[in-house]
C-alpha cells in the first residue's frame, strides 16, 4: 500500500475507540434511544416541532463540547437510526450524539414552501435550542441521502457552527 495513503487511515495516537461495556451506561444508551423529544418553535409564523433522540456524553471533553449530529433522509425518522446512535454512544463516550427527524419526516413538521435556505434557518434555530452554538461546541452534521444537501450548505452558510460536515 502506498506509504502515503496507510498514513491516512491511522487513527490518531490519543484516539481511543473502545466499546463501552458499563452496564449503567448502556441501560442509559437503550432507554434515550427509545425515548423521543421534540424541539418546538416558530418560524415565519408557524409552529415547527423536530423530532430527535440524543445520548449525552459519558465523559466531558476537554475544550469544547463534541456533538455528532445525524439527519437521516426525507420520509425517514431516527427510528431506522436508533442502532446508529446507540453504537456511536457506546464508541465515542466524549460525544454527544443526536438524530433528528428532518421537516416532513416522522413526527416532525412539514414547511410551507420548502427551500434550503429555510430548511437550514430551521435545522439552526434547532441548533440554538439544543445549545449546539460556536462558543461551546464544535459539530459534525452528517446528512444521509437528500439532507447531504442541506449539511452541506450549513457547513458552508455557516462555517462557524459547523464545523465539520
Known amino acids: 500500500m502506498n506509504e502515503k495513503f496507510s498514513d491516512m487511515n491511522k487513527a490518531p495516537a490519543d484516539a481511543h475507540y473502545e466499546r463501552d461495556k458499563d452496564p449503567e451506561r448502556l ?21 415547527i416541532q423536530l423530532e430527535y433522540i440524543e445520548v449525552p456524553a459519558k465523559e466531558k ?13 426525507f420520509s425517514a425518522s431516527y427510528i431506522p437510526f436508533g442502532n446508529t446512535v446507540k453504537e ?6 466524549d460525544h454527544r450524539i443526536i438524530c433528528l427527524s428532518p421537516l416532513d419526516s416522522g413526527n416532525s413538521s412539514s414547511l410551507k414552501d420548502s427551500s434550503l435556505e429555510k430548511m437550514n434557518e430551521v435545522y439552526l434555530k434547532a441548533f440554538e435550542e439544543l445549545n449546539i452554538n460556536p462558543d461551546t461546541a464544535e459539530a459534525t452534521v452528517v446528512g444521509h441521502s437528500r439532507p447531504d444537501i442541506i449539511t452541506l450548505d450549513l457547513a458552508r452558510s455557516h462555517p462557524v457552527v459547523i464545523q465539520h460536515s
Open 27 to 47: 441501560k442509559q444508551i437503550s432507554e434515550l434511544i427509545n425515548t423521543p423529544r421534540r424541539i418546538s418553535m416558530r418560524y415565519e409564523g408557524e409552529n
Open 61 to 73: 471533553a476537554e475544550g469544547k463540547e463534541k456533538v455528532i449530529v445525524i439527519i437521516p433522509g
Open 88 to 93: 456511536l454512544a457506546q464508541y465515542m463516550g
